[in-house]
């Protein structure tokens, strides 16, 4: 899988506020530096997140098949919301 | 460790084609340390285990997920919208927790208000029929009103759960008439969620010919969540039992229980 990211990152930046090789998707509410090209595998590797135990939204679309978390490329601006199950009645 | 009914003395519970052998659902929020939670549903006998949707918290370690508790294999884990105040929420809410793959079911809550917790019984509507069109089971969490337990089979509800008493409450069943009125109504199961306190408030909920019903608070706050997990249990079964038994009728004078004949002069 190439992990080159499209181009369409790099425009949609802002200059001077974002380095050019990072991007900041914002996760559960928070901005998160990462590096360009990152994927939600990506960010769920550099969280420590096992994907069995979570779902993934992705600027409101959830995610539902797992096997796609590599090809899912993020970018800046991106809002990624990341779930569980909690105890609840 | 469970019992369960024998068969020849009652029929499953069967929810939206699938059959269970418990007729107590229990929840999983606010037990005091996971091994109490586990403990108390195992003792419980309950097959129907409640869960909530909630953002993965980042700043700790990711050990506060329930499945890291509860084995998803041995329960059927059924994701609530708890905290959602609008069919949007609650719609969104239910598909991420279908996302997480276990099942399509949902225990749909639209809360109206923050103080009572009681449903807002017009997005609960609205959101039982888009989630049904979706392809849901939805067991719909709604107040002891037999018109809006209606509605809520017609938009396509799998099972109606109106409230005992407010969610948390711990005050039993308030009125024992229209739970009896709604389930005399409806094809669908019904099942009471929320209000339930004690065995006798289980017991006498039972009573009333409900299909089943669903506790947190009650076995969570409980000094003793295994012991009262176990009374739990035992009351359902007795409640269901003595309804399928049909009680004798009630009478305001006595009736001797031995013979009036044969006594001596």
């Given amino acids: 899988m190439p992990n080159a990211p499209p181009l369409s990152i790099f425009r949609r930046m802002s200059a001077g506020t974002v380095h050019r090789s990072s991007i900041t998707p914002v996760v559960n509410g928070e901005p998160k530096a990462m590096a360009a090209g990152s994927t939600v595998a990506d960010l769920l590797c550099e969280l420590g997140l096992d994907p069995r135990l979570v779902v993934v939204e992705h600027n409101r679309t959830i995610l539902r098949d797992r096997t796609t978390y590599a090809a899912q490329p993020l970018a800046s601006g991106d809002t990624i919301e990341i779930v569980h199950f909690v105890g609840g009645g | 460790m469970t019992t369960v009914v024998a068969p020849a003395l009652d029929s499953p519970l069967v929810i939206g084609g699938r059959e269970f052998h418990s007729r107590l659902l229990v929840g999983t929020g606010k037990y005091a340390t996971n091994d109490d939670m586990t403990r108390a549903i195992e003792a419980s006998g309950a ?19 329930i499945l890291h508790h509860l084995d998803p294999s041995r329960y059927f884990l059924l994701a609530n919208t708890a905290g959602c105040y609008t069919a949007d929420d609650a719609v969104r809410y239910a598909r991420l927790g279908r996302a997480a793959g276990f099942n399509e079911w949902v225990k749909l809550e639209v809360i109206g208000d923050p103080q009572t917790l009681l449903p807002d019984t017009t997005g609960l509507l609205d959101a039982t029929r888009t989630l049904a069109a979706d392809g849901f089971k939805v067991l719909a969490y709604t107040n002891d009103d037999l018109i809006t337990a209606l509605r809520l089979e017609d938009a396509g509800a799998a099972c109606v759960m109106p409230l005992a008493s407010p969610i948390g409450s711990g005050l039993g069943l308030l009125n024992p008439f ?25 017991c006498v909920t039972m009573e009333q010919g409900v299909d089943g019903i ?36 009630r009478r305001e004078i006595a009736v001797p229980s031995s013979p009036t004949a044969g006594m001596l002069e």
């Fill in chain 2, 214 to 249: 669903l506790m947190n608070t009650a076995l969570a706050a409980a000094a003793d969540p295994v012991r009262m997990a176990t009374a739990m249990r035992l009351a359902v079964e007795a409640g269901r039992l003595a309804y399928l038994a049909g009680r004798m009728p």
């Fill in chain 2, 47 to 65: 097959e129907i285990v409640t869960v909530a949707v909630r953002r993965v918290n980042l700043q700790r370690s990711n050990d506060e997920g």
């Fill in chain 2, 178 to 202: 229209s739970i009896r009125t709604i389930k005399s109504r409806l094809t669908v199961p019904v099942i009471v969620d929320a209000g339930v306190g004690t065995a006798s408030d289980a």
